[in-house]
């Protein structure tokens, strides 16, 4: 079951403007972004402590590099637990904070608004476009592995570069919804990190997707987003618009803090694969940014900032 919450603390059901940020309201096809808002959660970074750049890639460059896997770290895998249901909402609250669930935190702008994002490399965090500061905002942007009532597990990082792509042109809005943030430490190789490769249709329409802590991580309208929330076992049952990988739809809970959290897939090796991450939701289903530009993206960031 698809459970929509428009957006977390704060903000109502029409645009809301956030220190400059403009948060869209559901758009013409019923879609609404997963963000979410606290003013208390605001944080102040010295301006000269961090400097900030952004770099947009082509879709068509990446799409040129080929068919290409980004492999993960070899950290130490735990195993799965069961899936838990609870009525019709398929969430649960979580607290091992060992890998994978290490690699998967909190993306936190100074201004109170956040996302989820899931380490991919050693300095490189994947999440959603909409929660990235693609129109000047004045903000700093900060990535807290396993953020659990504030960076109370691991150190987090300040991010120093954003990295997507800006065609937002028809269901490219939704399919070339990721971005890569560039942190200033070198925090997954002591937390661990994901790879990432594509979804083909052989894996459409079978629990065997995660959604890292939550579908996808800290949702609003659980514990205010201050701990992470997984859901297992949903289904992801249509891809394309946006090239024939992109963007895929699934059945997976979402609320307010959820944006640019994983879709991932344990294969049975040990291994973590992201392959998508959430933009938004309607009433009829959640929806990912997919496909190989993802995938191509992550390896392309891996080698320009190492």
């Known amino acids: 079951m698809v459970r929509v919450s428009r957006l977390a603390t704060g903000l109502g059901a029409a645009a809301s403007v956030v220190s400059g940020l403009t948060i869209p309201d559901v758009d013409e096809n019923g879609v ?54 609870y009525g019709a909402d398929d969430r649960q609250n979580w607290e091992d904070g060992n890998y994978p669930y290490s690699a998967i935190g909190k993306v936190r702008w100074s201004n109170g608004v956040w996302c989820t994002g899931t380490l991919v490399g050693p300095r490189h965090v994947i999440t959603a476009r909409h929660c990235t500061p693609t129109n000047g905002e004045n903000v700093s942007v900060r990535f807290s592995p396993f953020y659990y009532n504030g960076e109370t597990r691991y150190p987090g990082s300040q991010v120093t570069t954003y990295i997507y792509s800006t065609d937002t042109s028809g269901s490219c809005l939704y399919g070339l919804d990721w971005a890569i943030h560039i942190l200033q430490d070198r925090i997954g190789e002591q937390r661990g990190y994901f790879g990432a490769r594509t979804m083909s249709s052989q894996w459409l329409n079978r629990d065997i997707f995660y959604n890292g802590p939550s579908p996808v991580g800290y949702p609003g309208d659980r514990n205010n987003g201050e701990r992470p929330i997984r859901s297992g076992g949903s289904r992801l049952f249509e891809s394309g618009g946006c090239g024939s990988d992109s963007p895929t739809l699934g059945n997976i809970d979402t609320a307010g803090g959820q944006s640019g959290g994983p879709i991932w897939e344990y294969p049975g090796t040990g291994d973590r694969y992201v392959m998508g991450t959430l933009y938004g939701s309607s009433s009829a289903s959640s929806v990912w940014a997919t496909g190989q530009t993802l995938v191509n993206a992550v390896i392309s960031a891996r080698n320009d900032f190492r």
């Open 32 to 85: 609404q972004v997963a963000l979410g808002f606290d003013p208390t959660q605001a944080f102040y970074v010295a301006e000269s402590s961090v400097h900030t750049e952004t770099v947009n890639y082509d879709p068509a460059v990446l799409l040129a590099m080929g068919d290409l896997v980004a492999e993960p770290s070899n950290h130490t895998d735990v195993e799965l637990a069961e899936r838990a249901i």
